[in-house]
């Protein structure tokens, strides 16, 4: 592997989408004796060893949600859903050895998502005692606080929040602010499971805190029940698994364009023009057709449905949004020319099946070998150092 110090001078590379392999003992550990039968934990159901919340609710499969097995090689295909945190590299989820292989890399720094609870923390809606649900999140945040401590800021967890009770929102964005995490990760279409979607008012509370605390709103893909729906339940049965995982995987990036259209659409962007909104692990490269197309479409179909809106939608994404890519080459340079320099972030995804590993580095030089100095710093470095207030 080519040094980071050589592909970029002078710049520390922040990775905006890794995940966090949860350690078996996350909630347990840390949940009151009253609950701790109730939080979060492995057991084995139908000899199946599986995540289970309330004692017998099963949240998933108990695998590490790791590719990269404990030798530090790259485990191709579906083997890596057999693997437990015990057989995948340290690093997945253990501080020391993360930011062991963050130098070896060439990354400073970089944000967390979770994997237990879903992308969205959409999981935790099985459960049907909100005070429980209510404990779970809580627990969870309060150890990602403690991973960023022990990083010396150099990993950025983003908290999960209450999405099921809008206004329970700010509360906790208020705790999870003062315990000095950076940003929020959430449902991406509350209204697959019959909460009300993005554009009702009762989300005005999370878009005020957010914006007033500067905390960005990050949607995972995969983040809702009706964005795992294809992944899941891809049709085309004559196929293996490992297609069927690679047709519904690449669905998925896409299938951020449904909250994204929604949201475009209404008038919190016109009340909160400092909010900040991210669209993670979905890539950029659809991202120019898309908002043309809702550009055209308004215009064509809708406009007295939108007058509310004083700019295009894809005017509101280059003042709000921003986005995130890892494998994509070809499309990189044109979806930065149509959505600014100061939109667009790097990824690697580690550790998941798709990630850029170990060549992360190095993949992002070669796509971004011809692009101006200063926009390939804001892309690997800048804008995520401002957006979640990165200082190593």
């Known amino acids: 592997m080519t040094a980071a110090t050589e592909l970029f001078p002078d710049i520390g590379v922040v990775d905006a989408d890794t995940h966090w392999s949860e350690p078996d003992d996350l909630w347990t550990s840390r949940a009151p004796a009253s609950i701790r039968d109730r939080v979060p934990q492995i057991r084995e159901i139908g000899g199946k060893r599986r995540w289970v919340v309330d004692e017998d609710i099963v949240l998933g499969p108990a695998h590490a949600t790791s590719a990269i097995a404990e030798d530090g090689s790259k485990v191709v295909g579906l083997d890596f859903l057999g693997l437990t945190n015990a057989d995948v590299h340290r690093a ?25 609870a879903g992308f969205g923390s959409q999981n935790f809606l099985k459960v049907g005692d909100e005070a429980l649900r209510m404990a779970c999140v ?15 800021g ?26 000095g995490l950076r940003g929020i990760v959430t449902v991406s279409n509350p209204h697959d499971t019959g909460g009300p979607n993005y554009g009702d008012a009762s989300w005005e509370p999370q878009w005020e805190i957010c914006e007033s605390l500067e905390m960005p709103i990050n949607f995972h893909i995969g983040a809702s029940a009706g ?117 667009v972030m790097f990824e690697t995804d580690f550790p998941h099946p798709t990630c850029l590993y170990p060549q992360s580095v190095e993949r992002i030089a070669e796509t971004l070998k011809d692009l101006d100095e200063d926009v390939t710093r804001k892309i690997v470095s800048e804008n995520a150092m401002k957006l979640y207030k990165i200082d190593v």
């Open 154 to 179: 150099r990993l950025l967890p983003m908290a999960m929040v209450p999405h099921w009770d809008p206004a329970a929102v700010p509360d906790e964005v208020q705790r999870i602010h003062d315990l």
């Open 92 to 116: 997945c989820g253990n501080v020391p050895e993360r930011l062991e292989l963050m130098d070896t890399l060439g990354i400073k720094a970089a944000t967390l998502y979770p994997n237990v």
């Open 227 to 343: 964005d795992l729906d294809w992944f899941g339940r891809t049709p085309w049965t004559t196929w293996p698994g490992e297609v069927r995982l690679t047709i519904g995987g690449a669905s998925l990036f896409m299938g951020n364009a449904r909250w994204m259209s929604n949201l475009l659409f209404t008038d919190v962007f016109e009340r909160h023009p400092g909010l900040s909104i991210v669209s993670v692990e979905s890539g950029v490269g659809w991202l120019p057709f898309f908002l043309e197309s809702l550009d055209y479409q308004a215009g064509e179909t809708a406009p007295e449905h939108l007058r509310h809106m004083s700019m295009k939608p894809s005017e509101y994404f280059r003042q709000n949004f921003y986005g995130t890519f890892w494998f994509e080459s070809a499309s990189v340079g044109a979806a930065v020319d149509y959505l600014g320099a100061d939109r």
């Open 138 to 152: 809580e627990i969870y945040n309060d150890a990602m606080a403690e991973v960023q401590e022990s990083s010396g």
